[in-house]
């Protein structure tokens, strides 16, 4: 098949920062193209309309036109054209676009178009308990509304999704995945012991980043040597008007803890899991997510995980298992999860062995692959495409 991806990220050096949705997309996109398949990456949102090719996958940048008050609509139009204009050439057979913001709102293309649910605007504020954009909300609804078919990373996602925007829009679950041979652990590494909590992550609010100090302060009254790692992009704080999240969060640590803080910044994709396997336990006390790549990198790299308890964890953790979950306000429960982890190899190691056994059998980008090109053949035979 020849898919296209309409995305506004991927990680690449050449594309920019790049978050969930982007990785989501890399580990799909590599598998698929292993399994045969032609891959093609529509990227809006770009400073420059640019095509070339990276290991065989088909890179378009899109450079959104800029005039007050018709930069949507006008972004939409040079999408649907070009989108047309490869299928003519038989380039593309079908295109998969995420929810968020609705930008298949308004597309019309002669090949089907689906919506894999990661998770809208309307849907994270809802979780974030912030009011959404109007315009946003609506784009979001009108795609959902218009598309050949939608995949859902979670039960959770897809039935809120209906929920928020008042549909009975009918949904596949497929979840998000991970590229098991990028993701092999190096033994090496995973014998240090050396107490070092990672979070890596974008540094935001609905991620519970304004919850970890307190949670790390009882760490450290514990575990003084511990160790907290971020990686990832500073953010502004919508509630607050503040331009960092992370100089809202140095002053919730104590004085102690501050100092076994270590706030590292973005990091190039190709580097990260180095980060990963180094650490003794990766942490997520997030508040709003669809189906967290991150979580699967950890557990792929059998890193034992402390993550949120909302909606969607369930469909990747068994608690007690293969990692904890807790809700992050419950700081000295979390907290405690993260010391019984320090403390006891045993059960780090018990954690590691099932958390990599859940991601081979569940959440590899070769099933994952698998199970998209299946929804896909269907959706052209149901909308009588060829």
Aim: aromatic residues 10%; contains cysteine.
């Amino acid at each position: 098949m020849k898919i296209a991806f309409l995305t506004p990220e991927y990680p690449h050096e050449r594309i920019g920062h790049s978050g969930g949705i982007g990785t989501s997309i890399k580990h799909l996109a590599v598998a698929l193209q292993k399994q045969g398949h032609e891959v093609s990456l529509l990227i809006y949102g770009q400073e420059e309309d640019v095509t070339f090719s990276d290991n065989g996958i088909a890179f378009y940048k899109i450079k959104n036109p800029k005039l007050k008050g018709l930069s949507w609509f006008l972004t939409r139009k040079k999408i649907q054209k070009l989108i047309n204009r490869l299928h003519k050439a038989q380039k593309i057979d079908i295109v998969e676009a995420p929810d968020w913001t609705g930008i298949a709102s308004f597309i019309n293309i002669n090949c089907p178009l689906i919506i894999r649910e990661n998770g809208s605007d309307t849907y994270f504020c809802h979780l974030d308990h912030r009011p959404v954009k109007a315009i946003n909300r609506f784009h979001e609804k009108q795609a959902l509304k218009s598309v050949d078919g939608i995949i859902s990373v979670s039960q959770f996602t897809g039935e809120l999704t209906n929920k928020l925007f008042n549909l009975s829009k009918p949904f596949t679950v497929i979840p998000n995945a991970v590229n098991i041979e990028d993701f092999e652990p190096t033994e090496s590494l995973l014998e240090e012991k050396n107490q070092t909590i990672l979070y890596f992550g974008t540094l935001i609010r609905k991620k519970g980043l304004l919850e970890l100090p307190y949670v790390f302060n009882k760490v450290n009254e514990h575990y003084p040597e511990a160790k907290l790692i971020l990686v990832g992009k500073d953010s502004p704080d919508i509630k607050t008007q503040t331009q960092s999240t992370w100089q809202l969060m140095q002053p919730l640590f104590t004085e102690a803890a501050l100092k076994r803080v270590n706030y590292v910044g973005v990091v190039p994709y190709s580097k990260m899991r180095l980060h990963i396997e180094k650490a003794t336990l990766c942490v997520f006390p997030t508040f709003a997510e669809a189906l967290p790549v991150s979580w699967l990198e950890a557990m792929a790299l059998k890193k034992p995980i402390v993550a949120s308890n909302v909606g969607w964890a369930k469909e990747i953790v068994d608690d007690g298992e293969d990692g904890f979950l807790v809700h992050p306000e419950a700081h000295d429960r979390y907290a405690n999860k993260i010391n019984a982890l320090l403390e006891n190899a045993t059960l780090r190691d018990a954690f590691s062995i099932a958390a990599r056994k859940k991601i081979i059998s569940k959440f590899s980008s070769e099933i994952v692959a698998k199970q998209s090109v299946e929804f896909y053949k269907k959706t052209i035979d149901a909308n009588s495409f060829s």
